[in-house]
């Protein structure tokens, strides 16, 4: 019996710690390429999960499929640590974002006539975004101009347990993984109790309220939330809120709404109409 031909992973340049640029053999369609290559991404900026590991099949299955449905397109991947959300300071966090700006402005097409869409994934992924879109406008004085967000289940909300489950995805399977625990219930119960005594927002709160401030999000981007009702860690009725409230403020907005599929493996458990969705999206920017 024939075997399946295996697709080789997409090479990535590594910018830095968190940050990789794939640049596609080609980055301009020829002329005899379709019409649709002309009006296809020329940059897409994925923003993956929280403590992803870079070799994972499946995140490289994002790679890959995107290297197949808009293959003049480069690709930036930006990593997510769970001590973003913890220990790291902002500032050695913001600093890490300082080459994104570069990667995205050397788009081969140039400013006016680039086409970047966003893939964004957990609550990871939207910090991630959301620090790109800071320091893109801190540097560049502009908007980052993205034509397509694909949100991804996100954005979440900062509860204790939906946090504790978030974060022990990454937790030793040893005897290590009960001091992981308890240094995660500790924390995330005084974040808890600032909230609710102080006022203070976490890192989660501010970065899914950004998603809405216009003043570092463009609200022209078209928007595709994909989540579902069976996800333990972003719960379904905060994302419907928040989609809720962005289509209030005229943001044109899809969504993928499933039953069944876990956090973060949609595209894994029903593919076809994933990608379908992402497609769907990008024809409303053409």
Not at 39 to 60: E, G, H, Q, R, V
Not at 83 to 94: A, E, L, Q, Y
Not at 130 to 145: A, M, Q, S
Request: hydrophobic fraction near 35%; include cysteine.
């Amino acid at each position: 019996m024939a075997t399946k031909p295996v697709t080789p992973n997409l090479e990535f340049h590594k910018l830095n710690s968190i940050i990789s640029l794939y640049t596609p053999p080609t980055s301009k369609p020829s002329e005899k390429d379709s019409k649709h290559s002309k009006t296809d991404p020329t940059t897409i900026i994925f923003c993956s999960w929280m403590d992803a590991p870079p070799k994972s099949k499946y995140l490289n299955s994002f790679y890959n499929t995107y290297g197949n449905l808009y293959p003049h397109a480069r690709i930036i991947t930006i990593s997510s640590l769970s001590s973003f959300f913890t220990t790291t300071p902002t500032s050695t966090r913001t600093n890490l974002f300082q080459p994104i700006v570069d990667a995205i402005d050397s788009d081969p097409v140039g400013n006016g006539e680039r086409r970047i869409m966003v893939h964004v994934l957990s609550n990871g992924g939207t910090l991630s975004f959301v620090d790109v879109c800071t320091e893109y406008k801190k540097i560049t004085g502009r908007l980052l101009d993205v034509k397509a967000l694909v949100l991804d289940s996100a954005p979440g909300d900062s509860s204790v347990r939906r946090g504790f489950a978030a974060m022990s995805t990454g937790f030793p399977k040893n005897y290590l993984w009960y001091p992981a625990a308890a240094f995660t219930f500790l924390l995330l119960g005084s974040l808890a109790i600032a909230n609710t005594v102080f006022g203070m927002r976490t890192i989660v709160d501010t970065a899914r309220e950004s998603l809405n401030d216009w003043e570092l999000v463009d609200r022209e981007t078209r928007r595709l939330y994909v989540y579902s009702t069976n996800d333990e860690i972003v719960g379904f009725e905060t994302v419907d809120e928040h989609v809720k409230k962005s289509e209030e403020m005229g943001v044109e907005v899809r969504r993928l709404r499933e039953e069944e599929t876990g956090h973060v493996i949609h595209m894994l458990k029903d593919g076809e109409r994933y990608w379908k969705s992402v497609r769907d999206l990008w024809a409303d920017v053409e």
